[in-house]
């Protein structure tokens, strides 16, 4: 059989790899895993299928899924980047945060110039409180989403991620005397109330909301050629419905750092130097 015929055999038909895609970036996850379980069959490029297949499972929240598609994928090719930043956000969200940093690293020494690794990196760091370590990891990141074709999408939530590291960094290096607001609550990790913030503080101090849970609908982000990615809800900042009236304390260094406005279109509260709402996902200015 000649080459040309063997192209030919290979490329006929529907090209289920790439129906996967489509239906991902329409939120169509069940369809695209469906098409990426074809492709994967047909050997439709199984390692961008895998690849494509594993970011739909995380998606949906479904992290040890997701984190055998991606090993699945590196058996396939050691050699590439992709499926190495996915299993480390896999492994960011069943809160392994060591073996995502492994993973994270794994790709940076393939791509060093990767946005998805070096920011996913600094969100891991934020997580295990290495302030200092994430702020490198993000300034990374956004040096190489400004000059990346496909990363540019990510500037605004990195510049969110590096502000956040910034001014926890801050408050560690200066911890306040006065007694937390209890009407603010971070829920944490194990849905475990975390007090923090003051009464005249936003509701959204560049927190958890303005990282890992983000925009349910914002736009797909691009990390390297060929590859979409989104990332699914984590918990958000969240305001008591009872607020003690006499438990005030003096503004923190976050708090003079953190000015409140709000979303012209759906009234959510922002930031000053913040692009996009964390609500609605518009363009604030």
Same mark, same amino acid.
Not at 19 to 38: T, V
Not at 124 to 143: G, H, N
């Given at each position: ?86 299993? $480390? /956000?896999?492994?960011?969200? !069943?809160?392994?945060? %060591? &073996?995502?940093? +492994?993973?994270?690293? *794994? ?43 496909? $990363? /540019?999408?990510?500037?605004? !939530?990195?510049?969110? %991620? &590096?502000?956040? +590291?910034?001014?926890? *960094? ?116």
């Amino acid at each position: 059989m000649s080459t040309h015929h063997r192209r030919t055999t290979h490329t006929s038909g529907i090209n289920y790899e790439q129906l996967g895609w489509k239906c991902k970036h329409q939120g169509k996850y069940e369809e695209a895993i469906d098409a990426f379980d074809k492709a994967i069959v047909r050997k439709q490029r199984p390692y961008v299928a895998l690849h494509g297949k594993g970011e739909c499972l995380l998606d949906l929240g479904k992290y040890s899924d997701a984190l055998n598609c991606f090993e699945n994928a590196i058996k396939i090719d050691r050699h590439h980047a992709w499926a190495y930043h996915g299993a $480390g /956000r896999a492994y960011h969200y !069943l809160k392994k945060y %060591d &073996l995502a940093l +492994a993973y994270y690293d *794994k790709s940076i020494q393939i791509t060093r110039q990767s946005v998805v690794a070096w920011h996913w990196k600094g969100r891991t760091l934020i997580r295990m409180d290495e302030y200092v370590l994430a702020e490198e990891a993000l300034k990374t990141a956004l040096k190489n989403a400004i000059g990346s074709k496909y $990363g /540019r999408n990510a500037i605004p !939530l990195i510049e969110a %991620d &590096l502000f956040f +590291a910034k001014a926890h *960094k801050i408050e560690m290096a200066h911890p306040s005397n006065g007694t937390p607001n209890r009407g603010v609550v971070i829920i944490g990790d194990n849905n475990a109330p975390i007090i923090f913030g003051d009464n005249k503080g936003p509701i959204n101090n560049g927190g958890n909301q303005a990282t890992d849970d983000a925009i349910q609908n914002r736009p797909i982000i691009m990390g390297e050629p060929g590859t979409g990615w989104t990332v699914p809800n984590e918990q958000i900042i969240q305001r008591s419905e009872e607020q003690n009236p006499g438990d005030v304390k003096p503004t923190g260094i976050l708090s003079r750092i953190c000015k409140t406005e709000t979303c012209s279109f759906c009234g959510a509260p922002t930031q000053e130097d913040q692009h996009y709402c964390n609500k609605c996902g518009r363009k604030l200015r």
